[in-house]
């Protein structure tokens, strides 16, 4: 029934691949803000201790269950159910995984639209096309349609093309030049005046939040959506790593990608919109707090660049090249999920899977498009805030009370031989199955 399974050929493929589904908008428009306005390093620190703690035990268990099943969300859980309850559960948990990524992949896909639009209103500046650069950067019912539309086809022509020619290759070159161009805009924007109070706000620790159980909320639900946890794009790209792969070492180093390029992305927003605030642009919202989200980046960012003349054109086309491809290698990641379940449990072929399940979620991304102010919080509020929280709990009871212990060790074995004497043995299996299933519930009902 099932077509041969793409592998990806190298740790660096994997690598990328894995850190590109993780380093999404998620990271560029909501850590670093967050980080500023609870607390500066204290949140920081918070957020590298959850991060490690729980949110990485979740992104194992995810990778363990995928590589030992090599096969999609729902197989791979229902391959480690013992009886007919948790078969049913495994069942239900993958679908809801599919589900929920689809719905996420809906509204990613609209705002990652937005910043192919901003992308290019820039080009469109140089080349003298005011009309459409204005048309490009107003906020319409059409642009936004149109921009749905070509960023869904982006996303399912490297879907269409498989793991290793598809998602591998594009997010191997993606990655380094999401990095060289977000360092690049580090280093002009610190040069600017007024970065280094930005600079200063978002890194000075005001150790007195470090107990605030709203900052604890916050840094938790951060961690979870930034290693896109939950709805098994970690589960389906673990599924692809090769059997000799060391899984603890690649995991952490996928953790250690996600923060590293969060903390980067930090130096970079905090100081341009304290420069932005010298300019005459408003940085602050009605509660006081600092603008965050869709505005930050389509309002207070444009103004910002609106106010730095000729070089402005330059830093708007790095800024909005690096959002589209931190937007598109993360949309490429939800897409496999559904793509690799029609593949395997119904046979179908990649290039019909994709476009038939892309065009699927284009619809309803539209639909949300066309119903925006009543739809997209409602669907970012439920897929982010509910029900992630719950898939990755589940995922946590299935590794931690219905997977058996024995397996779980011979599929760490596999790649790492020594794991039953190593560190991670010793900790994880008492984290996923007591420390995040609690910590997680505590979360939720805050
Ligand atoms: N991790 C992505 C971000 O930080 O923007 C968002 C994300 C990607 C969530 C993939 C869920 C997912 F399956």
Partial sequence: MSAPRGEFTSRFGFLMAASGSAVGLGNIWGFPTNAASNGGAAF???????????AYPALMAELIIGRHARANAVTALKSISSGRGSTMLAVFIGFSGIITVSLI??????VSGWMMAFFLDPIARLIGLDGFSQWLTEDAVLRNSIFVVLFMMLT???ISAGVKDGIEKWASRLMPSLVIILVLLIIYVLTLP??????????????????DPGLLVDAMGQ????LSLGVGTMLIYGSYIGKDENLPTVGSLVALLDVGIAVLAGMLILPAMYVALGNGVEIYDAAGGLIAGPRLIVSVLPALFNTMGFMGIFVALAFFSL???ASLTSSISMLEVPVAYGVEYHGTERRTAAAVIGAAITLIALIIVFN??????LVVTYT?????PLLGFAFCIFVGWIWSRNDILAEIKQGCSGAESGLFWRIWPFYVKFICPVAILVVYFQ
């Avoid at 992949?105 to 609209?110: E, G, K, P, Q, T």
């Avoid at 007024?194 to 107990?211: E, H, K, N, Q, T």
């Fill in 223 to 226: 961690a979870f959506f930034s």
């Fill in 323 to 325: 959002m589209t491809i």
């Fill in 384 to 388: 982010t805030e509910k029900s992630q």
């Fill in 44 to 54: 920081l620190f918070t957020y590298l201790i959850l991060a490690f703690a729980l």
């Fill in 194 to 211: 007024g970065a280094m109070d930005g600079l200063r706000a978002y890194l000075v620790p005001d150790f007195s939040r470090i107990a």
């Fill in 105 to 110: 992949l809906s509204f990613y896909a609209i």
């Fill in 372 to 377: 925006f102010d009543l739809l997209f919080d």
């Fill in 156 to 158: 399912v022509v490297i």
